[in-house]
Antibody
Framework: QVQLVQSGAEVKKPGASVKVSCKAS????????ITWVRQAPGQGLEWMGW???????NYAQKLQGRVTMTTDISTSTVYMELRSLRSDDTAVYYC?????????????WGQGTLVTVSS | SSELTQPSSVSVSPGQTARIPCSGD??????AYWYQQRPGQAPILVIY???ERPSGIPERFSGSSSGTTVTLTIRGVQAEDEADYYC??????????FGGGTKLTVL
């Protein structure tokens, strides 16, 4: 079955960078993309960006220049790096993947990674 | 980028019908997706492409679209349906956006 397993919680200081991983099993990163979504404490969902199966990326305008998404096909892992962290980057970060096939539409999410930015 | 607007809260009694609207200028041109999120859990897709229901989602969940508004309808609401619900769609610049979320309370 499909699993997206994310790396563990992180605590970072303002100005630092964080790199969150999302390891896929049963989900082909050579065929399908991965989306990153974050959720600040008590707030709604925020779309961060998407990395396609060919490595092309599309980022939310407000994160342009601070976020990079990459894929390591050899380990079936997608990475999301966020730089110049600020306190308002404190959030749970999720990776998700979805695809259509002959039997329907499928949507999968990682368990989430809490990133805390604090001095 | 375009925005999606949802009411912050909706309340219904068990067995009644809950309707959660989501409005946005791009919705006549872009499909909407609906997610359910319970506290402390990852979101779950309940409707895709405006009206389609993924496998495993109860039939009481349905979606509709009219002009700049899409609506998630839950018929025969149950206590387990109490959650936050988010609409999502693509905006005109090929990025995606979520609505602000609606807290569904089952009285």
């Amino acid at each position: 079955q499909v699993q997206l397993v994310q790396s563990g919680a992180e605590v970072k200081k303002p100005g630092a960078s964080v790199k969150v991983s999302c390891k896929a099993s049963g989900y082909s990163l050579t065929n399908y993309g991965i989306t990153w979504v974050r959720q600040a404490p008590g707030q709604g969902l925020e779309w961060m960006g998407w990395i396609a199966n060919n490595g092309n990326t599309n980022y939310a305008q407000k994160l342009q220049g601070r976020v990079t998404m990459t894929t390591d096909i050899s380990t079936s892992t997608v990475y999301m790096e966020l730089r110049s962290l600020r306190s308002d980057d404190t959030a749970v970060y999720y990776c998700s993947g979805s695809f259509f096939d002959s039997t329907g539409y499928y949507d999968y999410w990682g368990q989430g990674t809490l990133v805390t930015v604090s001095s | 980028s375009s925005e999606l607007t949802q009411p912050s809260s909706v309340s219904v009694s068990p067995g009644q019908t809950a309707r959660i609207p989501c409005s946005g200028d791009a919705l006549p041109k872009q499909y909407a997706y609906w997610y359910q999120q319970r506290p402390g859990q990852a979101p779950i897709l309940v409707i895709y492409k405006d009206t389609e229901r993924p496998s495993g989602i109860p039939e009481r969940f349905s979606g509709s679209s009219s002009g700049t508004t899409v609506t998630l309808t839950i018929r025969g609401v149950q206590a387990e349906d109490e959650a936050d619900y988010y609409c999502q769609s693509a905006d005109t610049s090929s990025t995606w956006v979520f609505g602000g979320g609606t807290k569904l309370t089952v009285l």
